[in-house]
């Protein structure tokens, strides 16, 4: 993608900058940036073209037409249709609206689904009993339970009864190990959204610096241990320099920390944490936050990122929205994990 754009806009910025201090020299002029001439023509081109917005919307399209080409090419050499089989718990209206999307988006791609409702009252061992029942049936290839689940459920106990070879959420914790020590697994698919966004986007990780603000076993963690790791390994990564963050990092220490990062994962759950005077000029910028805010104006619910998207778009190279960015990408790398876990079926 557009990756010349972050570099046109620096070489031109040399080129402006080199070119006005010749023209000082020339003109035996001191230069004093502060008292430079705003209207002068070598000012104009001082300022900074915006980041290039990644669209997760149109990443995840292109992946959808190569899951969808996949699974045309499996049932076409006889395999079984892949099924996608989610467990949905209670009533929260985001959940329903995720499970809705992966479902639809399997159905687009020549997928079956299958979604089966559970109300919050359900007990653990209900929980376990169908999750058992799923791992045995042939016709299902991959299996989920959305969470989060209610308090009185043991969310680890439920992520480790998925077959592993099922488990296209990557949460169990034999594909966590496996991710840990660089061997192929199942991605959890959020990592995998914001490995895919940085791979075809062309942002460089290879000895870079990358900060990962946040530090769930589910997101943050993951995605350190793909940006960090070696890309030679079975499982490759991206050789980078990575720092994590959480909450008990000073917001003095975060802001140091985010000025030197070539790339910025923002995963914290932190509405606008991440402002324009803390990140690098140029940096990529990639936020995992959802939180639903109240807007002072309209007084209606909007979602935002972790990012001040606005101000920080002005200083970036590289920036995903929210909404349209790593979300729709989280829901085609699911796609993508449940052909994956059709291929590796076994076909007795
Ligand atoms: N079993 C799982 N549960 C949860 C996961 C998960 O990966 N597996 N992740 C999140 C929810 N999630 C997928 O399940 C998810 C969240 C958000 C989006 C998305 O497309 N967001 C849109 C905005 C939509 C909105 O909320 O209005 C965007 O960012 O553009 C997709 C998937 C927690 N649970
Ligand atoms: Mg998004």
Redesign the pocket.
């Given at each position: 993608m557009a990756a010349p754009t972050a570099l046109t806009v620096n070489y031109t910025r040399i080129q402006t900058l080199t070119s006005y201090f010749q023209h000082c020299r020339r003109s035996k002029r001191w230069i004093n940036l502060k008292t430079v001439n705003r209207r002068s023509p070598f000012c104009q081109s001082l300022k900074r073209h915006v980041a290039t917005v990644v669209s997760?919307?149109e990443l995840a399209r292109q992946i959808h037409k190569e899951v969808q080409s996949d699974i045309a090419k499996l049932v076409a050499q006889g395999n079984r249709r892949p099924h996608l089989s989610?467990i949905l718990v209670g009533d929260d209206h985001?959940?329903h609206?995720?499970?809705r999307?992966?479902t639809r988006t399997a159905s687009l791609l020549g997928m079956s689904s299958s979604t089966i409702f559970r109300p919050s009252s359900v007990s653990q061992e209900e929980m376990l009993e169908l999750i058992y029942k799923f791992n045995k049936d042939r016709s299902i290839s991959g299996l989920?339970?959305?969470?989060?689940l209610p308090a009185h459920i043991n969310e680890r106990a439920i992520?480790n009864a998925v077959a592993p070879e099922k488990d296209v959420?990557g949460?169990h914790i034999v594909n966590i190990g496996k991710l840990c020590l660089d061997q192929r697994c199942m991605v959890?698919?959020?990592a995998a959204a914001v490995w895919e966004i940085i791979r075809r986007t062309g942002i460089e990780t290879v000895g870079k610096n990358v900060l990962v603000v946040g530090r769930s076993k589910?997101?943050g963690m993951p995605i350190a241990m793909l940006l960090h790791s070696d890309r030679n390994h079975e499982r490759p990564g991206g050789d980078a320099t990575v720092i994590m963050a959480h909450r008990c990092t000073p917001l003095p220490r975060l802001k140091e920390l985010a000025s030197l990062a070539d790339v910025v994962i923002a995963a914290a759950g932190v509405p606008h944490l991440i402002t324009a005077d803390m990140v690098k000029e140029g940096a990529a910028i990639i936020d995992v936050g959802?939180n639903?805010m109240q807007d002072p104006v309209t007084g209606k619910l909007r979602?935002v990122?972790d990012v001040d998207f606005e101000a920080v778009k002005e200083k970036a190279g590289f920036i995903t929205?929210?909404?349209?960015?790593?979300?729709?990408?989280?829901?085609a790398?699911?796609m993508k994990n449940t052909v994956t876990a059709a291929k590796n079926a076994p076909t007795y």
């Amino acid at each position: 993608m557009a990756a010349p754009t972050a570099l046109t806009v620096n070489y031109t910025r040399i080129q402006t900058l080199t070119s006005y201090f010749q023209h000082c020299r020339r003109s035996k002029r001191w230069i004093n940036l502060k008292t430079v001439n705003r209207r002068s023509p070598f000012c104009q081109s001082l300022k900074r073209h915006v980041a290039t917005v990644v669209s997760g919307t149109e990443l995840a399209r292109q992946i959808h037409k190569e899951v969808q080409s996949d699974i045309a090419k499996l049932v076409a050499q006889g395999n079984r249709r892949p099924h996608l089989s989610v467990i949905l718990v209670g009533d929260d209206h985001a959940s329903h609206t995720y499970v809705r999307n992966k479902t639809r988006t399997a159905s687009l791609l020549g997928m079956s689904s299958s979604t089966i409702f559970r109300p919050s009252s359900v007990s653990q061992e209900e929980m376990l009993e169908l999750i058992y029942k799923f791992n045995k049936d042939r016709s299902i290839s991959g299996l989920l339970v959305q969470l989060p689940l209610p308090a009185h459920i043991n969310e680890r106990a439920i992520c480790n009864a998925v077959a592993p070879e099922k488990d296209v959420d990557g949460f169990h914790i034999v594909n966590i190990g496996k991710l840990c020590l660089d061997q192929r697994c199942m991605v959890p698919a959020t990592a995998a959204a914001v490995w895919e966004i940085i791979r075809r986007t062309g942002i460089e990780t290879v000895g870079k610096n990358v900060l990962v603000v946040g530090r769930s076993k589910n997101v943050g963690m993951p995605i350190a241990m793909l940006l960090h790791s070696d890309r030679n390994h079975e499982r490759p990564g991206g050789d980078a320099t990575v720092i994590m963050a959480h909450r008990c990092t000073p917001l003095p220490r975060l802001k140091e920390l985010a000025s030197l990062a070539d790339v910025v994962i923002a995963a914290a759950g932190v509405p606008h944490l991440i402002t324009a005077d803390m990140v690098k000029e140029g940096a990529a910028i990639i936020d995992v936050g959802i939180n639903r805010m109240q807007d002072p104006v309209t007084g209606k619910l909007r979602l935002v990122g972790d990012v001040d998207f606005e101000a920080v778009k002005e200083k970036a190279g590289f920036i995903t929205p929210v909404p349209g960015g790593v979300g729709p990408m989280t829901i085609a790398m699911v796609m993508k994990n449940t052909v994956t876990a059709a291929k590796n079926a076994p076909t007795y």
